[in-house]
């Protein structure tokens, strides 16, 4: 018999799921993520496996909410020179978010927190949270913030002792940590190199393509990588946004 205790939500059956709705739980965590590559030594789902990660410990930190199933893929038509890649159109993704949200309103959750980790999403998320939010009883949530996000994957790695900041943060040392974290055997360590440091136009690589400006798809070094600096970046992600969504819940 199964009876593993668990707040994600594809794991469980619908009685468990109606169980938890009727002893108080009331927020759901939509983690929205991508397929797409990440240089030549992480998965192409490495936001994937980032929103799981986030969505289940938000869920299991808050104690009244389920992790559902994190989105993919998303927008990523920036990565496409790079084989495996798969995106979708802004419209699709929002699309995809409002079903999900139409989802879980009907089945009584009365929050939704939106958490994009990949940065293509984060615009389509923060445009159609608000519209998603006047048609539903629930309340929408969104995390939306990409410089907090990043700021926050900085701070990370900083709390960890390494001195590695990145305006711009694409399978380096803060993602490679996050990866290593969650699970090493994914990591490919002899396949690691570095990409282009310094300053990088965000523009420019939306416009024209991560291969404009990295050839292997890396920005930054991936060596200041460790798994205690990716187990100190979750942390702190997952305890900024625990707090967000408590604060939210609140003032509704």
Not at 8 to 15: D, F, I, Q, R, V
Not at 162 to 189: F, P, S
Request: negative net charge.
């Amino acid at each position: 018999m199964y009876s593993r205790r668990s707040v994600s939500l594809e794991e469980m059956a619908w009685p468990e799921v109606e169980s938890a709705l009727e002893n108080g739980t009331r927020t759901a965590i939509v983690a929205v993520g991508s397929i797409e590559q990440h240089g030549p030594h992480l998965p192409l789902n490495m936001d994937t496996l980032d929103g799981d990660e986030l969505s289940r410990r938000i869920a299991a930190e808050l104690g009244d909410a389920l992790a559902a199933p994190t989105i993919r893929p998303g927008c990523s038509g920036h990565h496409m020179e790079f084989p495996g890649t798969i995106t979708v159109p802004a419209e699709t993704l929002m699309d995809v978010i409002r079903s999900y949200c139409q989802s879980l309103d009907d089945h009584g959750f009365e929050y939704i927190a939106l958490v994009p980790t990949h940065g293509g999403n984060f615009g389509p998320v923060k445009t159609i949270a608000p519209e998603i939010a006047r048609e539903l009883e629930a309340a929408v949530i969104s995390l939306a913030d990409l410089d907090e996000h990043m700021q926050l994957l900085n701070d990370g790695l900083s709390e960890a002792g390494i001195e590695y900041d990145q305006d711009v943060i694409h399978a380096g040392a803060a993602e490679t940590a996050m990866v290593l974290a969650i699970d090493e055997t994914l990591v490919r360590t002899e396949k690691i190199e570095p990409g282009p440091e310094g300053k990088i136009s965000p523009a420019r690589l939306l416009s024209e393509g991560f291969k404009s400006i990295t050839k292997n798809g890396v920005l930054g070094d991936p060596n200041e990588a460790t798994a205690e600096a990716g187990e100190m970046i979750i942390q702190r992600v997952v305890e900024a946004y625990v707090e967000h969504i408590k604060s939210e819940r609140s003032a509704v």
